[in-house]
T-cell receptor, first 116, second 108 residues
Framework: NAGVTQTPKFRILKIGQSMTLQCAQDMNHNYMYWYRQDPGMGLKLIYY???????DKGEVPNGYNVSRSTTEDFPLRLELAAPSQTSVYFC???????????????FGSGTRLTVV | DAKTTQPPSMDCAEGRAANLPCNHS???????VYWYRQIHSQGPQYIIH???NNETNEMASLIITEDRKSSTLILPHATLRDTAVYYCIGHRGGKLIFGQGTELSVKP
């Protein structure tokens, strides 16, 4: 049982390049999330999904896109990388959005992205 | 979503109880309070959550005031491995919205 797996762990991008951050979970969780964390700051919600085919914006969605074609996978796409997107990206999943049925989110180990 | 306020940093002696406060005066009646911690830039780790009753698990205890405007996370016997950033978070509508957290340093 791997939990939440993020790839790659590290990446350096040039300004204007594109890339996809991968996130996969094997816990049959319905809800998945993408956060970014800038140095010394808390996590900011980028996008989230409550199930396959359904996505919604979080606090800081600009410059990113997501898709959720399967329950297991929730990739995050950066189309035109900018230095402001240098950050650590965390993916998370949960069984549901209802705390009584779920003891919290499971987070991946993060992707450290630098845009130069 | 509730806005939470936490002290930016705290120290605690190893073996003593660590009491981490959180103000969430705008919390709504059906909004849970979650506590997570993040050790050295790893992914955040769930600790405990509650609505209005005090809660205890193998990691910590959560004390929520009767008016639900604040709560305290208690680590009963802090160890060096508890050094981390602790986040108090309001949870509603299937989303966790993180604040700045409290950086707890456990010292020998």
């Amino acid at each position: 049982n791997a939990g939440v797996t993020q790839t790659p762990k590290f990446r350096i991008l040039k300004i204007g390049q594109s890339m996809t951050l991968q996130c996969a979970q094997d816990m049959n969780h319905n809800y998945m999330y993408w956060y970014r964390q800038d140095p010394g700051m808390g996590l900011k919600l980028i996008y989230y999904s409550v199930g396959a085919g359904i996505t919604d914006k979080g606090e800081v969605p600009n410059g990113y896109n997501v898709s959720r074609s399967t329950t297991e996978d929730f990739p995050l796409r950066l189309e035109l990388a900018a230095p402001s997107q240098t950050s650590v990206y965390f993916c998370a999943s949960s069984y549901s959005g209802t705390p009584r049925q779920d003891y919290g989110y499971t987070f991946g180990s993060g992707t450290r992205l630098t845009v130069v | 979503d509730a806005k939470t306020t936490q002290p930016p940093s705290m120290d605690c002696a190893e073996g003593r109880a660590a009491n981490l406060p959180c103000n969430h005066s705008t919390i709504s009646g059906n909004e849970y309070v979650y506590w997570y911690r993040q050790i050295h830039s790893q992914g955040p780790q769930y600790i405990i959550h509650g609505l209005k009753n005090n809660e205890t698990n193998e990691m910590a205890s959560l004390i929520i005031t009767e008016d639900r405007k604040s709560s305290t996370l208690i680590l009963p016997h802090a160890t060096l491995r508890d050094t981390a950033v602790y986040y108090c978070i309001g949870h509603r509508g299937g989303k966790l919205i993180f604040g700045q957290g409290t950086e707890l340093s456990v010292k020998p």
